[in-house]
Every structure is written in structure tokens, then in C-alpha cells.
């Protein structure tokens, strides 16, 4: 059996918007298009009834597997940056996470029709990234979670130089500019400052 993929370019993916637009109107009129948000741990399969729509996360380097309740001829991909699919027969595909970001993924029938609709959310591997601040900063306790494409950084450590460091870990992963520093520094850094009082005579003030 072969199937299509097809992968969307330009700004914005206009032609994977208009091929979904069309689709979606075709659905509607045969059947009311559902929402479905899948609440299916990281690696568990992802079911899509006919003409829903689910949303889905997928860890960056990975893939989940969809599965359709009709059959599919043709998988339409918003931006093959982030995302790429793999079918695997003609109710199911692999979606693979290539960078952080965010991409709709649509199955059509052979008659254009909408079978299902994904949105794929990807995202950094936050436990690799947990895994290698604990490595780097082991009396700290930093939390890794997911936002808007990068990573935000919470809880403890006890002097700057361990924040600083989980900082740097996380920005080699998703890059500086997505790492939200939210973390806090327990440990007082107090300088102690020695001021030496020295009494001049007026009399050796005036030899001077």
C-alpha cells in the first residue's frame, strides 16, 4: 500500500492551512468535528476518532505513535522542521519530533476527506536536562519543565555558582534565549569587610 506525504512551505504553512480549511469544511458537512486532547504518557499509543482533532506532546529526538479509526491515504504535514511521520499502515503513523515548536499533522482519505487532525507540540527533553544539572550541581534542586518551545528552570541552589551552572547546562540544550531562570539562591553571600581605624597624631600630622 502506498501513501502520500505531503509537506507544507511558505510562511506561516499556507498550503497545509488551506488543505485543512478545506477538509474541515468537507468533514462538517457529514459529521461534527470533536476536540480531543490525548492525556496518553510520553511512548503510549494515540488514538484519533474520525474527523476529531487531537493534541498531542512529543519529546524533541522521539516519536509517538497516532492511530486512526479510518483509514488514511495521505498525511499533510504543517512544517516538516518540527515534525516528520512515518505510516505504518493505512490507521497508523509514527510522528517524530525534530525541533521545539509547534505543527498540525492531518490525515485524508482517498476522497479528501478528513480522517483526523494532530497537533503536535514539541518539546525539549526535560528529563536528560534534569539528569545532567543533578550531575553538575548535586546539592541543588533545580525543576525542568517545558514552555513555549523552551525550558523554565525553578527551585533551589545554594550559591550562584550552581544556578549559574544549571543555566548553562539547560542553554546547551534549547539555546540561552529560551531558558527561563526562575531559580533560587538559599545560601547568604555576605563580604566581610576589615576597616583598620589608624590614629595620626596633630603633631605627626604637621611633620607630614
Known amino acids: 500500500m502506498t501513501f502520500r ?10 498550503s497545509w492551512l488551506l488543505a485543512l480549511a478545506g477538509a474541515t469544511l468537507a468533514a462538517l458537512a457529514v459529521a461534527e468535528v470533536t476536540p480531543v486532547h490525548s492525556h496518553a504518557r510520553a511512548g503510549e499509543a494515540v488514538r484519533v476518532g474520525h474527523a476529531q482533532e487531537a493534541a498531542i506532546t512529543v519529546v524533541r529526538g522521539k516519536t509517538r505513535l497516532v492511530e486512526t479509526s479510518a483509514p488514511f491515504d495521505e498525511l499533510v504535514i504543517g512544517d516538516p522542521e518540527v515534525v516528520s511521520v512515518t505510516p505504518l499502515s493505512d490507521t ?3 510522528v517524530m519530533g525534530n525541533e521545539t515548536g509547534t505543527s498540525g499533522v492531518a490525515a485524508f ?10 497537533e503536535v507540540s514539541v518539546t525539549a527533553d526535560t528529563r536528560e536536562i534534569s539528569g545532567a544539572i543533578r550531575r553538575a550541581a548535586p546539592g541543588a534542586d533545580i525543576r525542568v519543565t517545558a514552555a513555549n518551545g523552551g525550558v523554565v528552570l525553578s527551585g533551589r541552589a545554594k550559591d550562584a555558582v550552581a544556578a549559574d551552572r544549571a543555566r548553562a547546562i539547560a542553554g546547551k540544550f534549547v539555546g540561552a534565549d529560551a531558558v527561563i531562570d526562575g531559580v533560587e539562591i538559599t545560601s547568604s553571600q555576605q563580604v566581610q569587610l576589615n576597616v583598620r581605624f589608624v590614629e595620626i597624631s596633630r603633631d605627626a600630622g604637621r611633620e607630614l
Open 5 to 14: 506525504i505531503s509537506r507544507s512551505f511558505g510562511e506561516g504553512g499556507l
Open 109 to 118: 482519505d482517498g476522497g479528501r476527506q478528513m480522517v483526523a487532525s494532530v
Open 92 to 94: 497508523s503513523f509514527y
